[in-house]
């Protein structure tokens, strides 16, 4: 039982930055691992970053060298800085939770926005 709740999305232009943010309802020490992932239209839904619990990050190539994920423990919060963003980073970002580190992602949040325009 972990319920997300995404924010932090919206309207900018490319080479700007944003961060999102997936706050959990409770201890985020109770979620193995916390992942960004996106989907735009017609495409088919992509990893683009994740965390441990103990703080081992990953990012897939989407989001190398542009995007950093984080946690805050205190807040039980993961977040996601996206710089230098790209009209293709265009996507609703959804964060999604592996609770035991099973790989089956049991809690989405609902979503957040970011539209980038050139």
């Known amino acids: 039982q972990a319920p997300l709740v995404e924010s932090g999305g919206g309207l900018v232009q490319a080479g700007e930055s944003l961060r999102l943010s997936c706050q959990a309802s409770?201890?985020?020490?109770?979620?193995?691992?916390v992942a960004w992932y996106r989907q735009a239209p017609g495409i088919q839904r992509e990893l683009v970053a994740k965390?441990?619990?103990?703080?081992?990050?990953s990012y897939e190539e989407c989001a190398k060298g542009r995007f950093t994920i984080s946690i805050d423990y205190s807040k039980n919060a993961v977040f996601l800085h996206m710089n230098s963003l790209r009209p293709q980073d265009t996507a609703r970002y959804y964060c999604?939770?592996?609770?035991?580190?099973?790989?089956?992602?049991?809690?989405w949040g609902q979503g957040t926005q970011v539209t980038v325009t050139s």
């Open positions: 965390i441990t619990r103990d703080g081992r990050i």
């Open positions: 999604a939770a592996d609770l035991r580190g099973l790989g089956l992602y049991e809690r």
């Open positions: 409770g201890n985020i020490l109770h979620i193995d691992t």
